[in-house]
């Protein structure tokens, strides 16, 4: 899909960033790049150091740390979604950008028509304001421990 997911192993959030500079580049050496090469769709939500935000299908998918995560997922610009986390860094999967550590930028396509959630264990704090209907479902599961959602 894109060029990092043809690198066989993980990619750190130290080599994303050295990777983003290639894009700023290859204008000027007359590539096209059509994404960052940071959005990826092989993040593995098992993976307790990070939250994991990417698009599988047309669900939005939020995977948590396993600790006190503090995620919130609002509506963005031009359809697109915002989610953050303010306790942990956020690895984005595949149709999502960085913002920032801690947020990314998701339906980079077309808008997700759903939200799957698993804040998986510890105190979570889970806010969305996307708005939801018979069309558009939400499923959001706060793990083990004492959650806000």
């Known amino acids: 899909m894109n060029q990092i997911n043809s690198m066989a ?3 750190t959030r130290g080599m994303r ?11 000027a050496a007359g590539m096209v790049l ?3 090469a940071i959005a990826r769709a ?3 939500p098992t993976d307790p150091t990070t939250t994991h935000v990417g698009v599988v299908g047309d669900t939005l998918t939020v995977h948590g740390r396993y600790g006190d995560n503090y995620i919130t997922i609002v509506p ?7 989610v953050t986390d303010k306790n942990y860094p956020i690895l984005p999967g595949g149709d999502c950008i960085d913002i920032t550590d801690n ?5 980079l396509s077309g ?6 959630v698993d804040g998986h264990a510890g105190a979570d704090t889970i806010i969305n304001l996307l708005p939801t209907s018979s069309k558009t479902q939400a499923r959001i599961y706060g ?5 806000v959602i």
């Open 143 to 147: 793990g083990s421990g004492n959650d």
């Open 111 to 116: 808008t997700p028509k759903g939200l799957h």
């Open 17 to 27: 960033k050295r990777l983003s500079g290639i894009g700023a580049a290859a204008p």
């Open 9 to 11: 192993g993980k990619t």
């Open 34 to 36: 059509a994404s960052p």
């Open 103 to 107: 947020e990314v930028e998701c339906g």
């Open 42 to 44: 092989d993040v593995d």
């Open 76 to 82: 963005g610009d031009r359809g697109r979604v915002r």
